[in-house]
């Protein structure tokens, strides 16, 4: 054929089919390209969307430190948008906190797989100020497992580090507290193991150190209180209150030698109320006992002293009292008498007030006519009420008292007419120049008596009316008429309040069981 122009062979049947079996192959992973590129557009863009959504940062860092990727959260971070750290690659390490540098470099020198699960580092913003971010590294490994670098997740945890350093202040406070006070202070179990003590505490029982307490005492409640059921006492009223104030109990030291102390106790509680911890602060009050007693055996001896001259009073007026006497000079040898009796029964009295003051005080009631001991109180006041120009009214249940009326009570008589007097002293000393004191007596459940004057208290000693000394322009007056009152019918179970103004004057009200004795008052 030289000369003439080449004719393509003809195609066969089997190459043709062979072309089209190929043709199909291509068709085949064009398609599966076209579904992975899908796939991967879509994975990309929700990895887009996870990243710019997320709180945290997170960064890729090529094993040269280079930033490769950073997530937009890094704005609200540093105040530095992405692109800028993927532009300089010293931002980051500039970003650090000076104190963290060290740190932050040693990570990035650590090789892949030896990096801490988490790292707490400081990081200062574009602003200056420091933040706190816990940090997350991860290697980045190829498809062939070669080293791409570091994926970090940084999160802010600046409050949680401002609350951990609050805490450890407010720890550290309570520490040099608890070592450094000059009480005793202690937690234990209800069990009676102590659980602390604080240096003062180990002190105060003789104990060379707080270790030594806490290993030594096995059971406080029978080691360390010389009467047990006193401590048991003690956990049962912290049980069903809650807290206990000045708990008073004699103790012994760790060389068996006893002492007083007074504790204030605070109980711990679970879900379910189970009483689990004590807490408590531990006084030394052996010399305040101390005083106590010596209080006492002084007030006995002025008792004893006392009641010489005054029975010398009462045997001088009951003498002259058998002569031949004007009316006028019997009454009032009478009423010296009367008042000669009365010191008396106060000169013995004093001790008794000095336990109600401490809650100590048992009284002894018996029935007795409440009308005649008023009336005995207003007849011992009648000179007074005279001398300011006063009447006085005794009223029962809103009206006059028929004559030998009576009205059942109970107590201690001499304690009760000693507070109404001085509430009845008090109120004619009060009451305006031609004004009237009411002594108005309801009976029922509890017993009512109110002492009324239209005076009114002064401002300056309202509030603490009922405390020691409590007084406002008497010459002489002492201010423990309305405390002894108060410690009288608080003894008897009862109460003395106070109601007081310009327009209406003032009203002492006291309350009492009526049905203390039993049926001897019935």
């Known amino acids: 054929m030289s000369g003439q122009d080449a004719t393509p062979a003809a195609i066969t049947a089997g190459e043709l089919a062979e072309l089209r079996l190929r043709l199909k192959a291509l068709e085949r992973l064009e398609s599966e390209r076209s579904r992975v590129e899908a796939l991967l557009r879509a994975s990309e863009e929700r990895l887009r969307i996870l990243a710019e959504s997320a ?36 931002l980051l390490s500039r970003c650090i906190h000076p104190e963290d540098l060290a740190a932050w470099q040693a990570v990035l020198a650590a090789e892949p797989g030896e990096h801490a699960a988490d790292e707490d580092l400081r990081l200062t913003d574009r602003q200056g100020r420091a933040r706190w971010l816990s940090v997350r590294f991860a290697a980045v490994r190829g498809a062939g497992g070669e080293n791409l670098g570091l994926r970090l997740a940084l999160r802010d945890v600046t409050k949680r ?48 150190s707080p270790a030594a307490m806490v290993e030594r005492v096995k059971d406080f409640r029978r080691e360390v209180f010389r009467d047990p059921a006193r401590c048991q006492a003690l956990l049962a009223q912290v ?19 006893p002492f007083w102390t007074a504790r204030s106790i605070r109980g711990v509680f679970d879900a379910s109320g189970r009483l689990t911890a004590l807490d408590g602060f531990v006084l030394d009050v052996s010399r305040k006992k101390e005083l ?34 004007e009316p006028e000079a019997r ?58 120009g006063v009447a006085v009214r005794l009223t029962l249940d809103g009206r006059e008292p028929e004559e030998l009326e009576v009205c059942p009570a109970c107590g201690e008589v001499h304690h009760l007419e000693t507070m109404f007097a001085n509430l009845v002293q008090n109120a004619l000393e009060a009451a305006p120049r031609g004004s009237a004191v009411t002594v108005a007596v309801t009976q029922g459940e509890p017993l009512t008596v109110t002492v009324h004057n239209r005076g009114a208290v002064p401002a300056d000693v309202r509030e603490r009316f009922f405390e020691r000394y409590a007084t406002s322009g008497k010459a002489f007056g002492t ?4 405390t002894i009152a108060r410690l009288i019918a608080r003894a008897h179970g009862g109460e003395v309040k106070l109601a007081t ?22």
């Open 501 to 522: 103004s310009e327009s209406a004057g003032t009203t002492l009200t006291v309350t009492l069981p009526a049905g203390s004795c039993g049926q001897a008052c019935a």
């Open 292 to 325: 106590e007693a010596l209080r006492e055996d002084v007030e006995r001896m002025v008792r004893h002293d006392m009641k010489n001259p005054i029975l010398g009073i009462m045997s001088g007026a009951e003498l002259l009292l058998k002569r031949s006497l």
């Open 55 to 90: 709180t945290d940062w997170v960064l890729w860092l090529s094993p040269e430190g280079r930033v490769r990727y950073s997530s937009p959260s890094c704005e609200a971070l540093t105040g530095w948008p992405a692109e800028a750290f993927e532009r300089d690659p010293e």
């Open 331 to 388: 009454r009032f040898l009478s009423l010296m008498q009367g008042h000669a009796m009365k010191a008396l029964r106060l000169a013995g009295a004093s001790l008794d007030y000095y336990r109600m003051e401490r809650g100590e005080y048992r009284p002894a009631p018996a029935p007795f006519d409440l009308l005649d001991s008023l009336a005995l109180v207003l007849a011992e006041q009648g000179h007074l009420a005279e001398a300011r």
């Open 239 to 257: 049980a069903a209150e809650g807290m206990v104030g000045d708990f008073e109990a004699e103790v012994v030291r760790a060389d068996g030698s």
């Open 161 to 208: 580090k401002e609350a951990e350093r609050a805490r450890n202040e407010a720890e550290a406070q309570y520490r040099s507290i608890f070592d450094n006070a000059p009480v005793g202070i202690f937690r234990a179990t209800p069990e009676g193991r102590y659980l602390s003590v604080n240096p003062a505490m180990a002190a105060l029982y003789g104990y060379p």
């Open 479 to 482: 201010g423990l008429g309305t």
